[in-house]
């Protein structure tokens, strides 16, 4: 009887501590960007470093992007905000702190061996 007392206590406070829920303020802005790419841009592009190819063959793979000579987190930033012609279709608008997280995660990708399939 006292065994399962002792049980069924431990089962209680167990139940009854607070749960903390992942933040996504804990996230790094890289991880936010990469969650972000995987949901919003992958059907498109390839997403990762060692992707060569797009889903949609018009759609150039993120290390293309972020491969080419002279990008920078400002340049890539700013024609994410400004100048990237998203298709009517999508309806896909990207605030201030995803672009930042985009163009983080996409950064990451950045490679000095990076040769372009052709």
């Known amino acids: 009887m006292k065994h399962s007392l002792l049980i069924c206590a431990a089962l ?9 829920p992942i933040r996504s303020s804990a996230l ?8 972000l790419a995987q949901a919003s ?3 498109c592009h390839a997403i990762e470093l ?3 190819s797009s889903p949609n063959p018009q759609a150039p793979p993120f290390p293309a992007i ?5 990008l920078t987190a400002e340049t890539l930033s700013s024609w994410l905000t400004d100048a990237h012609n998203y298709p009517d279709e ?5 605030d201030t702190r995803k672009v ?9 990708l950045s490679d000095p ?6």
């Open 28 to 35: 790094t802005p890289q991880s936010r960007g990469h969650a």
């Open 100 to 108: 930042d997280d985009l163009v983080a995660y996409m950064l990451t």
């Open 41 to 43: 841009c992958a059907a």
């Open 90 to 94: 999508m309806d896909f608008k990207l």
């Open 113 to 118: 061996d990076y040769r372009p399939q052709g």
């Open 50 to 52: 060692n992707s060569t």
């Open 66 to 70: 972020v491969n080419q000579e002279g």
């Open 12 to 20: 209680l406070l167990v139940a009854c501590e607070e749960q903390r």
